[in-house]
């Protein structure tokens, strides 16, 4: 049976990436195609590596090169396309050809704490300094405004007055590493 093969692009630790690789590694109907990183130095590259996975990596002129991504894309028969912890803006080109088939991880409850500037630990420092008493982890459908396409799923985690920008942090790794593979899995084969 071929399977459906999804591309992940990432831009740093890739601790998401990771767990989408080991639990797409022996799925029958899913494969990763690949992962991508605008950073030639990320950690993701080379963890993905060491499970056997391709990588690349190109420049952020490259990346934002809607035509180079859709011809790699399409070379690389590409299905989905998910953006875990991937810091570069999607050029449009891509996004309308993938339309309903790429999804964004957002460290946040969309649409708050979204938008531009609104990634990785800025969203953190963010939500502490409001002293939000909930937060949580948003995944979602990508379309041509910044965080916001079309909500797939989201999880929430509780806030006291003790949590500081590191304990938030782990919160959301627990939510992401516990649900964004089957949520990803749910979207490709619904
Ligand atoms: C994650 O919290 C993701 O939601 C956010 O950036 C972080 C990336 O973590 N956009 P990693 O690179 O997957 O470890």
Request: charged share 20%.
């Amino acid at each position: 049976m071929i399977k459906t093969r999804i591309a992940i692009f990432a831009s740093g630790t890739g601790s998401n990436a990771v767990n989408l690789i080991h639990f797409f590694k022996n799925d029958s109907s899913i494969e990763v195609a690949f992962v991508l990183s605008n950073k030639a130095d990320a950690k993701v590259l080379d963890s993905a590596a060491e499970l056997g996975v391709k990588t690349m990596s190109y420049t952020n002129t490259q990346v934002a090169d809607g035509d180079f991504l859709n011809t790699l894309c399409r070379e690389e028969k590409v299905d989905w396309v998910i953006l875990a912890g991937y810091l570069r803006l999607i050029p449009a080109e891509l996004i309308a050809a993938y339309n309903g088939r790429m999804i964004n991880l957002h460290p946040a409850l969309l649409p708050n704490y979204g938008g531009k500037g609104m990634h990785g630990r800025n969203v953190h420092v963010a939500v502490i300094a409001n002293q939000e008493n909930t937060s949580g982890i948003t995944i979602h459908y990508v379309n041509e405004g910044f965080d916001k396409g079309e909500l797939i799923a989201q999880f929430h985690c509780s806030l006291n007055e003790t949590d500081t920008v590191e304990s938030l942090e782990d919160k959301i790794r627990y939510l992401e590493q516990t649900y964004l593979p089957t949520v990803v899995r749910g979207a490709i084969l619904s």
